[in-house]
């Protein structure tokens, strides 16, 4: 079954502010835990140390659109692409992360997903908000 879900919080922050401090690889472990507690960057490439082992995280080029698509790779070269945008919506911005549910994933996976998503995004709030 082909299932997906769009999980977004509203942040009072102007969406090139908050686009500025997504995009950046280095500010992950601030606020996204599902990737782990520490990245870094090897010859132009980011990698972080996570539950799953060594990940590869690589976010789109920069853009005017507020994309900020990335691929997260695993070390056995699996990879999850995860589309998400910034939204200017007044003064501040919508996040949208689109989570797409894989074909393997367990109904407890996929929830557990969803809940480590909206933390990430909880946390993201909190410190743009500050």
């Known amino acids: 079954m082909i299932e997906s879900q769009h999980l977004s919080t509203y942040i009072e922050r102007p969406a090139a502010e908050a686009y500025a401090y997504i995009a950046n690889p280095a500010n992950l472990p601030n606020w996204a835990t599902g990737l782990g507690q520490s990245i870094e960057q090897r010859n132009g490439r980011w990698f972080a140390e996570s539950p799953m082992g060594e ?56 929830e557990e997903d969803t809940t480590t998503i909206r933390t990430d995004l909880a946390t993201l709030k909190r410190l743009l908000e500050r």
């Open 55 to 110: 990940i590869e995280v690589a976010f789109v080029p920069e853009n005017p659109y507020f994309v900020l698509d990335h691929d997260v790779t695993l070390s056995d070269g699996t990879t999850f692409k995860n589309p998400m945008r910034v939204i200017a919506h007044g003064a501040g911005c919508d996040v949208v992360f689109t989570l797409q549910r894989r074909s393997d994933q367990s109904d407890d996976e996929y």
